[in-house]
């Protein structure tokens, strides 16, 4: 049978694809597969497209943008997997960083770091008639985008009039900021860490901190393909189901597999702090201590949340990028697929939750979830500034 070929981008969290063609996950199920590393999300959006990948690591608004017919160069996709939780963070340049520690000490000495002292630091520039500070995100329906937005909106920063907004590759981010072409980004692991180790960028908040287990990056495949294979698509998602679970429990031998330049090409003790959740937040600083940075397969996190899409539908909204009529719920339910990961889940003896939304925003704490399998640890779900989100209509 010919390969599959999957696409992915450099970044920690294409950590369970590399575990899964490196530790056999894939040949335990009977697939040939070959992993295909992309410059970008562009990229990946087009060669899916024109069928030079049979699936990919995708940015979890993808699928979603498609099926809402805002992305007209994306093809349909449909995705029965989560690949992990959190892994991105908020960081700026040594310049801003000080220059916010100097508006307001207080609010950059208290975690979760709100955009307070930013706020205050545009309104200088303001009066003084400097131009707009400058914010790279990754893709324009990447969780980067609407993550970085939520952050500045809820200090009363307009993302759309007090600064400018552009698109870089995940590995181009940090040059970006060395370059001064940039004044901060949103972007995965390990490129807010790179920037600290260099000395260039200090990191404000983590997603973790911002949304507590929110979604990150998803398995995504053609629709076609889901319809014409059904049972390959299957042992595809029993393959990864395992090698997830591997992954969240072998953090320091994925660190030194991730290392290979053939997945992200970073040393190892770079990889293993956010792996492990030991980050250095800014240079010449303590090791802070985020045991959730990177969730794998802990809380459900593989599990295709219809509530999880439509938060980030609800964003598109919000930022105009969606401008009509439309159901938000529905448009979930075509792309996010959880009765084709309870039928994985249930071949390899995963519990899988019975139902398909949920609140976010209301658990401080681990909670449990109720089963048809047994229950499920689930962790927080808090967001930043205490708001929560209701998925139903």
């Given at each position: 049978?010919t390969?599959?070929?999957?696409g992915?981008?450099?970044?920690?969290?294409?950590a369970?694809?590399a575990v899964a063609?490196?530790?056999?996950?894939?040949?335990?199920?009977?697939?040939?597969?070959?992993?295909?590393?992309?410059?970008s999300?562009?990229?990946?959006?087009?060669?899916?497209?024109?069928?030079?990948?049979?699936?990919?690591?995708?940015l979890?608004?993808m699928?979603?943008?498609?099926?809402?017919?805002?992305?007209p160069?994306?093809?349909?996709?449909?995705t029965?997997?989560?690949?992990?939780?959190n892994?991105?963070a908020?960081?700026?340049?040594?310049?801003l960083?000080e220059?916010?520690?100097?508006?307001?000490?207080d609010a950059?000495?208290?975690?979760?770091t709100?955009?307070?002292a930013?706020?205050?630091?545009?309104?200088?520039d303001?009066?003084?008639?400097?131009?707009?500070?400058?914010?790279?995100?990754?893709y324009?329906?990447?969780?980067?985008n609407?993550?970085?937005?939520?952050?500045?909106?809820?200090?009363?920063?307009?993302?759309?009039?007090?600064?400018?907004?552009s698109?870089?590759?995940p590995?181009?981010?940090?040059?970006a900021?060395?370059?001064?072409?940039?004044?901060g980004?949103c972007?995965?692991?390990?490129?807010?860490s790179?920037?600290?180790q260099?000395?260039?960028?200090?990191?404000?908040?983590?997603?973790?901190?911002?949304?507590?287990?929110?979604?990150e990056?998803?398995?995504?495949v053609?629709?076609?393909?889901?319809e014409r294979?059904?049972d390959?698509?299957?042992a595809l998602?029993?393959?990864?189901?395992?090698?997830a679970?591997w992954?969240?429990?072998?953090?320091?031998?994925?660190?030194h597999?991730?290392?290979d330049?053939?997945?992200?090409?970073?040393p190892a003790?770079?990889?293993?702090?956010?792996?492990?959740?030991?980050?250095v937040?800014?240079?010449?600083?303590?090791?802070?201590?985020m045991?959730?940075?990177?969730?794998?397969?802990?809380y459900?996190?593989n599990?295709?949340?219809a509530?999880?899409?439509?938060w980030l539908?609800?964003?598109?909204?919000?930022?105009?990028q969606i401008?009509?009529?439309?159901?938000?719920l529905?448009?979930?339910?075509?792309?996010?697929?959880?009765?084709?990961y309870?039928?994985?889940?249930r071949?390899?003896?995963?519990?899988?939750?019975?139902?398909?939304?949920?609140?976010?925003?209301?658990?401080?704490?681990?909670?449990?979830?109720?089963?048809?399998?047994?229950?499920?640890?689930?962790?927080?779900?808090?967001?930043f500034?205490g708001?929560?989100?209701d998925?139903?209509p």
């Amino acid at each position: 049978m010919t390969p599959l070929r999957l696409g992915f981008i450099p970044l920690i969290d294409c950590a369970v694809l590399a575990v899964a063609e490196a530790h056999g996950f894939f040949r335990r199920h009977d697939l040939a597969v070959e992993l295909s590393r992309e410059a970008s999300w562009a990229t990946i959006r087009d060669k899916l497209a024109v069928g030079a990948l049979d699936g990919a690591q995708m940015l979890a608004g993808m699928p979603l943008a498609a099926a809402a017919g805002i992305d007209p160069l994306a093809a349909p996709t449909v995705t029965a997997f989560s690949l992990d939780l959190n892994g991105n963070a908020i960081t700026v340049s040594r310049a801003l960083w000080e220059r916010m520690r100097a508006a307001d000490p207080d609010a950059m000495a208290t975690r979760p770091t709100t955009a307070a002292a930013l706020r205050r630091v545009i309104a200088a520039d303001r009066a003084a008639g400097r131009p707009p500070l400058r914010f790279a995100m990754v893709y324009p329906f990447a969780t980067h985008n609407y993550e970085l937005r939520y952050w500045l909106a809820a200090a009363g920063i307009d993302p759309d009039q007090d600064v400018q907004l552009s698109v870089v590759p995940p590995p181009r981010m940090v040059d970006a900021l060395a370059r001064g072409a940039i004044d901060g980004f949103c972007v995965g692991e390990p490129w807010n860490s790179l920037a600290v180790q260099r000395e260039l960028g200090c990191i404000v908040i983590a997603k973790v901190e911002l949304w507590h287990n929110s979604p990150e990056k998803v398995l995504a495949v053609p629709r076609g393909f889901a319809e014409r294979e059904p049972d390959r698509h299957q042992a595809l998602l029993c393959a990864l189901l395992e090698a997830a679970a591997w992954t969240e429990t072998h953090r320091d031998e994925v660190a030194h597999l991730l290392a290979d330049a053939r997945y992200v090409g970073a040393p190892a003790a770079l990889l293993a702090g956010s792996l492990t959740g030991r980050l250095v937040l800014h240079p010449g600083g303590a090791t802070e201590h985020m045991p959730d940075f990177h969730v794998f397969h802990r809380y459900a996190a593989n599990f295709p949340w219809a509530s999880h899409g439509v938060w980030l539908l609800s964003q598109m909204r919000r930022w105009r990028q969606i401008d009509r009529p439309l159901d938000l719920l529905a448009v979930a339910r075509d792309v996010y697929r959880p009765d084709l990961y309870r039928a994985a889940a249930r071949a390899v003896g995963v519990c899988a939750p019975a139902i398909d939304l949920k609140p976010e925003g209301v658990h401080a704490d681990p909670w449990t979830l109720a089963s048809a399998d047994g229950d499920i640890v689930m962790g927080s779900d808090l967001f930043f500034d205490g708001a929560q989100f209701d998925p139903t209509p």
